[in-house]
């Protein structure tokens, strides 16, 4: 086997440098394992005072990232351990793996394998990589960047623990979990594989997958953008508004050839109403949007649609406005839950349901209102129905 790293070449971003890069690998034999041979190092590093990176690229590159917490980790320092299992040592050492920096206070780690492998089928190397951020005192992160082609990630808990200003997951082949989580903006990417979150708080978040399912928990304070395609999402989501009524709360779910079921509630800020502007778009496949609660005042603009597929959507009684429903080659229906419905501001009024159409109508506590909101469901060769 070919050690000289010269003889290959490595796809190194041209802004990242490779320091501290691990020459020696303590061995051990694992004869039941699938991987008959591994070796582990462990070092810490300080945090970086922009960005905490993690990157790995080549045709050799495949793992799993985990990111967690523990108490043994110094304050302002993160502890790595690196575990590589292979069939080869030699095909070990053409790995290049150590710390890495980038300009502007950006540093953390890189795993690095030749562009191009032409080898046998067992020529093979899987990383196993920990990282540990201090848990005694709660801390702040300004942004943690990983890039790593061929690994899924595993991400948290980090309740009242770690908060991070930008959190950015990128992988392919491999599934995203992340549980607990703080952000300002969050983006979380993956292909043929799941994302799952359980328990999210962000203001700004973006979750793309394809080939893979969406799922979890999910309260953003300003938008939240949900993508894949050939995977179900099921998602729980709290949207909040704010106090600038002209600008929305925000979401998108897009996915196709599966199921997209949404349970949702809209809140807003003390003193405010709230502007929520909804997307649900499926093809080959059933949707279902759910709104539990907004608030009394807001506005609320509703677009969810779907072909081949039936389309349902509930509406909260503090609803006021429009809705449409269409559909070819299947039935269209309007129900209504509840005829004497509570009145949400408390203050005795009757909710009123007026009927244009088949399709098409408005519901009110006060007439004044009943452009305030606009609801639009669509399908083709499927039935459609609307809850108020």
């Keep these: 086997m070919n050690t000289n790293h010269s003889e290959y070449t490595y796809p190194i971003p041209s802004d990242v440098d490779l320091v501290n890069r691990i020459s020696q690998w303590p061995a051990k034999e694992n004869p039941n394992s699938a991987f008959p041979y591994s070796a582990e190092v462990s070092f810490e590093f300080p945090l970086p005072s922009q960005t905490l ?22 304050p302002d320092f ?16 053409v790995a290049k793996v150590g710390l890495i920096k980038r300009k502007g206070g950006e540093s953390g780690v890189g795993i690095f394998t030749p562009k191009y492998w032409v080898g046998q089928t067992w020529d093979r190397l899987y ?21 790593m082609s061929n690994f899924s990630h595993n991400v948290g808990p980090f309740k009242d623990i770690v908060n991070f200003g930008e959190i950015s997951l990128t992988g392919s082949q491999g599934k995203i979990i992340v549980k607990d989580l703080g952000a300002q903006k969050v983006t979380f990417s993956t292909s043929n594989a799941p994302v799952e979150v359980d328990n999210l708080v962000a203001l700004n978040a973006v979750v793309h997958s394809s080939n ?10 300003d938008s939240l953008d949900l993508r894949t395609t050939n995977g179900s999402i099921k998602v729980a989501v709290g949207l909040t508004g704010d106090s600038n009524i002209n600008a929305s709360q925000t979401l998108t779910m897009r996915t196709s050839n599966d199921v997209l079921e949404s ?15 909804i997307k649900a778009g499926n093809s080959n496949g059933h949707l279902s949007t759910w ?30 406005g429009g809705f449409t429903l269409s559909t070819s080659n299947a039935m269209a229906e309007v129900r209504r839950l509840t005829p004497n419905e509570h009145d949400p501001a408390g203050r005795g009024r009757q909710r ?33 129905s609307i809850y108020v």
Excluded at 129 to 142: E, G, I, R
Excluded at 364 to 376: A, E, M, P, Q
Aim: glycine residues 10%; proline residues 5%; contains cysteine.
């Design 263 to 277: 349970a949702i509630n809209l809140t807003a800020s003390p003193g405010t109403k709230g502007n929520f502007r």
């Design 291 to 320: 709104i539990g609660s907004c608030p009394v005042g807001a506005v609320l603009s509703l677009d969810a649609s779907t072909s081949n597929g039936s389309a349902r959507v509930m509406l909260p009684t503090a609803y006021e």
């Design 127 to 147: 990383f196993n990589v920990k990282l540990a951020l201090p848990q005694n005192t709660p801390s702040y992160l300004n942004n943690l960047t990983t890039d």
């Design 53 to 74: 990176l993690f990157l790995s690229q080549g045709a050799l590159s495949a793992g799993d990232l985990r990111i967690t917490t523990s108490s043994t980790v110094r």
């Design 78 to 93: 993160a502890r790595v351990r690196i575990t590589v299992s292979c069939h080869d040592e030699g095909v070990r050492d």
């Design 212 to 221: 893979g399912p969406i799922s979890g928990t999910y309260h953003v304070f």
């Design 352 to 384: 009123v349901l007026e009927m244009k159409t088949a399709t098409k109508g408005v519901v009110y506590w006060d007439k004044i209102n009943l452009g305030r909101g606009n609801v639009t469901l669509k399908s083709s060769n499927g039935p459609v």
